[in-house]
C-alpha cells in the first residue's frame, strides 16, 4: 500500500470519472511545508498562526510573522496557502495576554471576537500577512465567525490596513481571497447569505461538532455525541456547500473530518471542492478518491441527508460507496 502511495506524490486528485478535487494540507509552523510537498499536498488549507503567539513571553512582532508567513508562501512555490488570523482562546491560553478567566471558555472571548476587540493585535498580523501576500498565493480567512457583522468589521480592517500599506508604497497583491471558517453552526444556516460577500468557505467540523452536539470536543464523557456522520451534521456541511456553488464560490473543510475514510465519500457525494487534512493522511485519501466516482456519490447525496442516525449513514455509505 506504501508503495502504491508513493506513486501518488505526483498526480493530482481526480475521481475514476475525472472530477478533480484539491487535497491540502493542515500546518502550524513553516517547518511542517516540508511534509506537505513530500506527501503531495496541492497546498496548504488550513495554516493555523496561533503557534507563532504561543510557547513565548509576549506577541510575536510583525517582523517575526511576516518571515514565518513569506517562508510558507516561498515553500509552497505558489500553490494555494490559507492563512488563518489569530484563533486564540478556547483550549489555547496566551498568558502575557492576562486574559480574565471564563466559566465557559468555547463559548467566550476568542479568536475573531478577540482580534475585533484588540485590534492592534489584529492590524499587526494583518499587515505582516499582506506584506508577505506578495511571495506567493495567499489566501486569509477569519475564524470563529458568528455573524455577517463580524465579518464585515474583520474585512474592513484588513481592507484599511491594506490602503496604508499601499499608500506608504508597499506592495501588496490584488489576489488575496478572503474567506471565513464555518465552525459556527449560525453561520452554516446562514451560508446563504455569508456565499454573497466572502470569497471561500472552509468548514471547521472540529468546532461544528462540537457546536451542533453542544458536546465538548475534549470530553471523553459526552464523546459518543461527537458525531460527524449525524445527519445534522451532514446537512450543515451540504447548506454550506450549495450555497457556496449556487454564488460560484468553492467549499473546502479543514476539520479533522475532511481526511476521514469514512467521510471522504460522503464529502465527495456533497460536492465538497477542497478536503484540507494533515500532511501524511493527503496520499491514502488520494488512492481512496481515484477509486470513487463522482457522478455515483452525487446520486446518493439526496439518499444520505434523508437518513436519520449516524449508524444509518455510515452502514449505507459502506454498502455503497
Ligand atoms: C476546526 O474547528 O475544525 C478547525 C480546523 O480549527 P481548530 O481545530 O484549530 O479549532
Ligand atoms: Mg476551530
Partial sequence: QKVEWAKLVNEST???DNHHVELAANIGTPEDVKGVLANGGEGVGLYRTEFLYMGRDQLPTEEEQFEAYKTVLERMESKPVVVRTLDIGGDKELPYLHLPKE??????FRAIRLCLEEQEIFRTQLRALLRASTYGNLKIMFPMIATLDEFRQAKAILLDEKKKLVESGIQVSENIEIGIMVEIPSTAVLADQFAKEVDFFSIGTNDLIQYTMAADRMNERVSYLYQPYNPSILRLVSTVIDAAHKEGKWAGMCGEMAGDPIAIPILLSLGLDEFSMS????????????K????????????ILSMSTTEEVVDFVQKNL
Avoid at 466559566?103 to 467566550?108: A, D, K, S, V
Avoid at 500532511?279 to 481515484?290: V, Y
Fill in 103 to 108: 466559566l465557559n471558555p468555547f463559548l467566550g
Fill in 279 to 290: 500532511a501524511t493522511s493527503i496520499l491514502p485519501a488520494r488512492s481512496q478518491i481515484k
Fill in 292 to 303: 470513487l466516482s463522482k457522478e455515483k456519490a452525487s446520486s446518493l447525496k439526496e439518499k
Fill in 14 to 16: 481526480v475521481t475514476s
